[in-house]
């Protein structure tokens, strides 16, 4: 029989020539997951500042009215402590607790959003238990910095202790936190933990080094994350380390590991770790997700297993030997496959599933995440080089790989799905998904890689690439529902490519392809794709304007990209009236962009109301808009006004800021005096300036106070013209008032207050914050109360 790598049911996914399960395996609960539409929704691009300020307002309001989710506290605050920007669009906002004043180590918030900021697609915490804990210490602070400087032999020194709340375990403690440094040639800054109540040592981490490991498979030495003096711990990966069967991890003097011997088990941790932190950064980099389980977790790596085995639990990944003994089952492949299945287990619903079908689409799955692996880390040809063989380094039973992506019926295994599949083993049953992926990838003949053979006799495929290949399977895979089959990853998959890459159809056309090419065929109900047009609108702001003889006007010229993608587009008028003059600036711009049109008139250009034909000629389309143009004395002045952004979001206390413009709409510019109305008690509205020349613009800012309800109010801001009145609307919407936390992208006002890390300050002037501008690195802006 031929060896296999990991598979098996919902709790144990093992090789094939395993007998039994692991006395303490365990099935972890799948967490909520990103649906591919709504990843492919924010597909445009990175946020923008208007984006990343709604982002923050609504990942705010998300943590008040979810507390449950977050574990919150009577006595917890939140302050904004980072922004990334994710693959399409997808922001993750990180929030960092304090609780009664006190920082909260391991109580982290995580919101993800969509691009527009506006819709909340994630929230996670590392805390698992809400906080109740006194914050009163019976440990002075100068013991525990000598406990804490004792954890450390030859320490240069220890940083005064905080006092914090660790709520990175089960169960959250009231405790000093010191830094302790090392001595020359021996850094470190290790994080000690020393129970406030109790003066033990129950937690420390470091911040230095690297480990620096002997590999079998990936080259000498390499790189691994490890901590702290020293432990086969990741300390930026949670969850990810490695050891023995015993479940803890290996733990040293020194942080050099391993001798690159096949039978050493540190050797076979330095590979296990390097390949579980390679697919956590080709998951990062390639398919924007957060660990195996999506929401920042990852799982542990245990080596040593007296079997010629390897398999995944449901809440680690454990390692064996191969048939003669020579080698431990932890090249790059084996290990990516096995954390796949983690993948595979925390993506959609039905975690890992079950029956054959299932468990052939999991083995597959556990194949492709390794292939993305090792085509992520990229070794050269001497070591781990990409490929779609499985296994081929450690030799199971014998040599060579245990199976084949690109042509599985060399191994003994289908090429080909057919009705039998749902009753194949499951390492078999892998062969269909395994050839599908692999036709996505690289085609049916690649340059300098093997050829593979559709079961269909159909046409050449050219493939996307493993990454785009990746992206599309990933997409899929976070809609999976129970029972997963090849008919249903055939739907999922043309969806996800219509999703992810609207406007075109190529990516479409080669996923449905491979999928014909493996006998997989069309099903009911599944999308199609048309490619569309490339096209645009085009529009003016405003769309009339007024003149006297020898005077000009002005108005915007939109565009609007409607189908396909962008065109250029040069823009022109139809005939004018005598002496008048057009001219744009830009006069050639692409779809989507703007341009600025203006019309000089003469003397001697006839007065009344004439039509002006403003012409967008693209190179696929031309489109058309109407311009009025009055020459002559409007029997009035006019003039329009407008607000960006119209709405705000706010806590009680602080301030926002926008634009009100202004644009003369007829005859002549005049003097326009700006105020509000219907703001609530407790917030103020004050323009700079005052009073503008239509045409011109003003900054307006509005200030609440701690005192104002939450809610939402209109507010009505006025412009009183010498002969024309106008207002625009903007909506206020001030959130909880508890949350005075200092924020990067907050407008702040001389006198307001705020909390960072325990510390209350008064700014000094009013600014809007920026990331780095925290207060005690600002004293020009922040003083302490």
């Known amino acids: 029989m031929n060896p296999r790598l990991g598979s098996g049911a919902v709790a144990v996914l093992a090789l094939a020539l395993a007998t039994a399960a692991p006395a303490d395996a365990a099935t972890l609960p799948p967490p909520a997951s990103v649906s591919a539409a709504s990843h492919a929704v924010s597909a445009a691009g990175p946020p923008g500042p208007d984006e990343r300020r709604n982002a923050i307002s609504t990942a705010r309001a998300a943590i008040t009215s979810r507390a449950g989710a977050v574990r919150a506290a009577d006595g917890d605050s939140f302050a904004l402590a980072s922004t990334v920007a994710g693959p399409r669009g997808l922001q993750y906002l990180t929030f960092s607790r304090a609780h009664r004043g006190l920082p909260v180590y391991g109580g982290d918030v995580v919101v993800a959003t969509d691009g527009s900021g506006a819709v909340v697609t994630t929230l996670t915490t590392g805390q698992r238990a809400a906080i109740d804990v006194p914050t009163r ?3 002075k602070a100068a013991d525990a910095a000598v406990t804490a400087r004792a954890e450390l032999p030859g320490a240069a ?65 390499v790189t691994i994350d490890t901590s702290p003096s020293y432990t086969m711990r990741d300390p ?19 942080d050099s590991w391993g001798n690159g011997s096949g039978t050493d088990l540190e050797t076979a941790c330095v590979d296990a770790l390097f390949a579980a932190q390679k ?41 064996g ?25 925390f993506s959609g619903g039905g975690g890992a599933g079950s029956g054959n079908e299932t468990g052939g689409l999991n083995e597959s799955t556990g194949d492709i995440f390794g292939a993305l692996t090792e085509a992520y880390a990229n070794e050269a040809a001497d070591l781990d080089p990409p490929d779609y063989l499985v296994g081929e380094e450690v030799n199971l039973s014998g040599s060579g790989p245990i199976r084949n992506m690109y042509n599985p019926s060399a ?85 996800a490519a219509k999703t992810l890459y609207p406007g075109s159809c190529a990516e479409f056309a080669v996923v449905k392809a491979a999928w014909d090419g493996v006998s997989v065929g069309r099903q009911a109900g599944e999308p199609t794709c048309e490619q569309q047009s490339d096209d645009f609108s085009v529009g003016l702001q405003p769309a009339s304007g007024t003149a006297a003889p020898g005077q000009s006007v002005t108005t915007t010229v939109t565009t609007t990209v409607t189908g396909g993608s962008a065109q250029q587009v040069t823009l022109r008028t139809g005939p004018l009236p005598a002496g008048v003059t057009a001219s744009f600036d830009p006069a050639t711009i692409s779809a989507g962009q703007s341009s600025r049109l203006t019309l000089a008139t003469s003397a001697a250009s006839p007065q009344g109301t004439h ?14 808009a109407a311009f009025t143009l009055q020459i002559g004395q409007a029997s009035q002045d006019d003039y329009t006004m407008t ?38 008690s407790g917030v103020s509205v004050s323009f700079s300036p005052r009073t503008v020349t239509a045409g011109q613009s003003a900054t307006v800012t509005v200030t609440t106070t701690a005192s104002v309800a939450p809610g939402t109010y209109p507010i009505s801001l006025n412009g009183d013209g010498t002969s024309a009145d106008h207002a625009a609307a903007f909506t206020l919407t001030v959130t909880g008032g508890q949350d005075t936390t200092w924020a990067p992208y907050t407008a702040y006002a001389a006198g307001d207050q705020v909390t960072y890390q325990g510390v209350r300050y008064r700014c000094l002037q009013g600014h809007t914050s920026l990331p780095g501008w925290e207060p005690p690195g600002v004293p020009a802006l922040w003083q302490p109360v």
């Open 611 to 624: 039509a002006i034909t403003v012409i967008a000629d693209g190179t696929a389309v031309d489109r058309q």
């Open 137 to 139: 210490p019976a440990v």
């Open 411 to 495: 191994l003994g295994d289908p090429n080909c799905y057919s009705s039998a599949i749902p009753n194949t083993e499951v390492h078999a049953a892998a062969g269909p998904q395994n050839h599908w992926f692999y036709l996505v990838a690289e085609g049916t003949n690649p340059a300098g890689k093997p050829a593979s053979a559709r079961c269909d006799g159909g046409a050449a495929i050219t493939g996307l690439g493993i990454r785009k290949a990746g992206e599309i399977f990933m997409a899929a895979l976070n809609t999976k529902t129970a029972p997963w089959t090849h008919a249903k990853v055939r739907v999922a998959t043309l969806q």
């Open 236 to 254: 930026r990966r949670s969850g990810v380390q490695c050891g023995g069967q015993n479940g803890q991890p290996y733990t040293k003097s020194t």
């Open 279 to 319: 697919e956590w950064d080709m998951l990062r980099d390639w398919l924007g997700r957060n660990g195996v389980n999506g929401q920042g977790g990852g799982y542990p790596a245990r080596v040593g297993l007296a079997e010629v085995n390897a398999y995944w639990t449901g809440s680690y990944a454990t390692f």
């Open 321 to 345: 030997r191969n048939s003669g003994g020579t080698q431990q089952l932890t090249s790059m492949d084996v290990v990516g496959h096995e954390f796949g299945h983690g993948v595979f287990q």
């Open 157 to 221: 020194g220890v940083a005064d202790p905080v006092l914090v709340v660790h709520a990175a375990s089960g169960r959250p403690r009231l405790a000093w936190e010191a830094v302790v440094t090392g001595a020359p040639g021996r850094p470190a800054a290790l994080h000690v933990y020393v129970d406030a109540r109790t003066g033990e040592v129950f937690d420390r981490w470091d911040e230095v080094r690297d480990g620096t490991g002997n590999s079998r498979y990936n080259g000498n030495p």
């Open 643 to 680: 607000v960006t952004p119209s709405s705000a979001s706010v806590p009680a206390g602080q301030s926002a800021t926008a634009t009100l413009s202004t644009q003369v709409t007829a005859g002549q510019a005049q003097s326009v005096a700006l105020s509000a109305s219907g703001a609530p």
